[in-house]
């Protein structure tokens, strides 16, 4: 069946324009994670959606990131004025549920802030 | 707090070579789930197995293993008879009930497998 899938694959963008990212996750998931990979680095988590709301925001580097999820299904991020240090692979997974399911990620979106 | 340390910046081994990635983990809580993730240079991370906390045998899959031991907090992995197309970065993960399954990962292991 599909995977999750993500829009744009990449994404070039000027210092302080706003950009959003698109994250289609497995059809059925209830849960839904953004993380954010840096050049070389690990994943660092950056928010969790149960349904359509979010209980844990806690990884959301400021107030510049918001993010949202409607109809159970789609979830975009949201990056405003963005900055250089924005550049990153963002990436979206999916779970059935929470609680110890596998977390199935898509392919991300390269952000580059110039 | 959790955390998840991959003291294996980068191995290098020779094809059919074994190899073991080293994983490990720190959390208070008794109930937590444990996974490894594979990112070929394709770059889309590939789940490859779950443990939780209440479940320390050992698993074997084709040429994966995994060896789960409470009492070190280790959550190893080895490739036995390693091949080119395991090439790849190797992410340790940690999650735990009931802070709703958001990930912690180690920094990761880079293998380079060559022929």
């Known amino acids: 069946g599909a995977g999750v899938s993500q829009s744009p694959s990449n994404k070039v963008t000027e210092k302080g324009k706003d950009v959003e990212l698109r994250c289609d996750p497995i059809s059925g998931h209830t849960a839904l994670y953004w993380y954010r990979q840096r050049l070389g680095q690990g994943l660092e988590f950056l928010i969790y959606f149960q349904g359509n709301s979010a209980p844990d925001k806690s990884g959301l580097p400021s107030d510049r990131f918001s993010a949202e999820r409607t109809g159970e299904s789609v979830s975009t991020l949201t990056i405003q004025r963005t900055q250089q240090e924005d550049s990153a692979v963002y990436l979206c997974?999916?779970?059935?549920?929470?609680?110890?399911?596998?977390?199935?990620f898509g392919p991300g979106t390269r952000l580059t802030v110039t | 707090a959790q955390k998840v340390t991959q003291a294996q910046t980068e191995i290098s081994v020779v094809e059919k070579e074994d190899v073991t990635l080293d994983c490990v983990y720190e959390?208070?809580?008794?109930?937590?789930?444990l996974f490894w993730y594979k990112q070929p240079p394709s770059g889309e991370l590939v789940f490859l197995i779950r443990?939780?906390?209440?479940?320390?045998q050992n698993e074997i899959s084709g040429r994966y293993s995994w060896n789960f031991q409470k009492s070190t907090s280790s959550f190893n992995f080895t490739i036995t008879a390693s091949q080119v197309v395991d090439s790849a970065v190797y992410f340790c993960?940690?999650?735990?009930?009931?802070?709703?399954?958001?990930?912690?990962f180690g920094a990761g292991t880079i293998l380079r497998v060559k022929s």
């Open positions: 443990r939780n906390s209440f479940d320390e």
């Open positions: 993960a940690l999650s735990v009930r009931p802070r709703g399954n958001k990930l912690v």
């Open positions: 997974a999916s779970s059935l549920r929470r609680d110890g399911y596998e977390q199935y």
């Open positions: 959390t208070r809580d008794t109930t937590y789930y």
